[in-house]
């Protein structure tokens, strides 16, 4: 069976074929790192750290790269506010986006190039496109010809005309055009800035892209992604730079998360509505949190809210419960072959639903549907009087695998309890052996506001934290 992907450049779903049997190469548009990232950051780093997951599940080699730019407008603003030095900055962010995302569950890239790192290939890649005549020079700052560049818009499904409309050339600029964009940027002064051939300045946003993306990746790409914000003009203009320098096509395949919505609306600063995932994961566990991101296909806006973040805890707990009461029972089982066919058969097939929905563009809100149907199941088996141990491992095992694909934990955390804890769990268990039921329910009630539950199940007494 074949992946489909749909490819935002061509707006249908097309089998992936990558340009080399068995492997992926695969960029993703990472952050400016003047901040903390939101939870509109946040999506992508969990959306396309699934979709590596997945190429890697069905046996491709995936090379991540995902990048870090480390200067820009934003930057210079924060250090002046700051009074401190753009790369003290950066660096402060970058360590934070890491220890977010890994948080939630997100593997580190194979490369994370900063603009810094490599403004010697990006002054080489202007110093390109100008020799090509595609870009020129204007008293320090150079420009792309967008005009001259033929398919421009085709990313976006925009014509030269309707992006005509509407386009001004803003006071300070040296534009031929009011479509041109900007490749490099002269330095004001006391900012940072770089000698190139057009005098002291930075690169501008887009260009970064495609100087790291050839330099990690190659001329061109199997897969392109990012926020669906990006499309254009970030991607599109990536794809003129890229291709009228390389004379090739940039990337096959471009992938596009939706956006998120705050309580219906959409998330902005000006409406109070900003959530930074370094909060988010303080308060909330990130596998949940990243549980909640992908319960939604990944093109589609998603809705945040603290409800609907509760809501999904208690559905990622009953697959977490139907895998805990998994284990606990093959303590019991029997080491019997015989008998178990037909539930082994049952476990395959919702793999193979899982694998087919997870083909069909990654469709986690539906491959997280057959993760329930499989609990479903793991729990009626639970209720037969004799259990398998053959069965229920390949439950648990089973469980384990896919939601591993989605970058989920099943396994809860294990905290000891301090001796007063425990002594009050032991009092409870003999309580009601001495069928004091009094007692035993002050005991959980107890528990429960040192943030302790108790669940009294088929297998024993367990606990869990609240």
Not at 87 to 101: G, H, K, Q, S
Not at 110 to 129: C, D, Q, Y
Not at 414 to 440: G, M, V, Y
């Amino acid at each position: 069976m074949a992946i489909n992907v749909f490819n935002t450049l061509t707006r249908k779903k097309e089998p992936f074929q990558p340009l080399q049997e068995g492997k992926v190469n695969m960029y993703v548009c990472g952050p400016t790192v003047y901040n903390y990232i939101h939870i509109g950051n946040a999506r992508p780093a969990i959306v396309f750290d699934m979709v590596r997951r997945y190429f890697e599940y069905r046996g491709y080699d995936v090379k991540y790269v995902l990048n870090f730019t480390d200067v820009d407008d934003k930057l210079i603003k924060a250090a002046n506010e700051l009074g401190e030095e753009v790369p003290d900055i950066a660096n402060r962010f970058i360590d934070a986006y890491l220890e977010d995302v890994g948080a939630l569950g997100v593997k580190e890239a194979a490369h994370h190039p900063r603009v810094t790192e490599n403004m010697e290939e990006i002054i080489s890649f202007i110093k390109g496109l100008i020799e090509k005549g595609f870009a020129y020079e204007a008293e320090g700052d150079v420009y792309f010809r967008t005009r001259k560049f033929d398919s421009y818009g085709k990313l976006s499904h925009q014509s030269i005309d309707e992006l005509r409309t509407g386009a001004r050339i803003e006071v300070g600029e040296k534009k031929e055009d009011p479509l041109d964009f900007t490749l490099w940027k002269e330095a004001k002064s006391g900012e940072i800035s770089w000698e190139s051939p057009w005098g002291e300045g930075r690169p501008g946003w887009h260009i970064e892209c495609s100087a790291m993306a050839k330099k990690y990746l190659g001329e061109t790409i199997d897969i392109h992604a990012g926020g669906q914000d990006l499309t254009f003009p970030h991607h599109e203009n990536e794809i003129a730079q890229s291709e009228a320098h390389n004379e090739t096509s940039f990337a096959r395949y471009w992938m596009h998360n939706g956006y998120i919505n705050i309580e219906n609306e959409k998330m902005s600063k000006s409406l109070g509505n900003f959530v930074l995932a370094h909060d988010l994961v303080k308060k909330h566990d990130p596998q949940v949190i990243r549980f909640f991101m992908l319960s939604v296909q990944y093109r589609h806006p998603i809705n945040f809210s603290d409800e609907l973040l509760k809501g999904a805890k208690s559905s990622f707990e009953r697959i977490q419960n139907a895998f805990e009461n998994i284990k606990h029972r093959k303590q019991a089982s029997m080491n019997l072959k015989e008998d178990g066919e037909k539930w082994l058969q049952e476990i395959e097939q919702h793999k193979q639903q899982f694998i087919k929905e997870m083909d069909d563009d990654f469709n986690t809100a539906n491959a997280i549907s057959v993760l329930f149907d499989l609990t479903k199941s793991a729990n009626l088996y639970l209720q037969s009087e004799q259990t398998v141990t053959a069965v229920l491992e390949a439950y648990e095992q089973t469980l384990k695998e896919l939601t591993q694909v989605l970058g989920i934990k099943l396994e809860r955390q294990t905290e000891l309890l301090d001796e007063e804890i425990e002594s009050l769990i032991e009092e409870r268990i003999q309580a009601r052996k001495d069928r004091n039921f009094e007692r035993a329910d002050q005991i959980r009630d107890e528990l429960k506001d040192r943030n302790i539950i108790l669940e009294d199940t088929s297998q024993g007494i367990r606990w869990k934290r609240g």
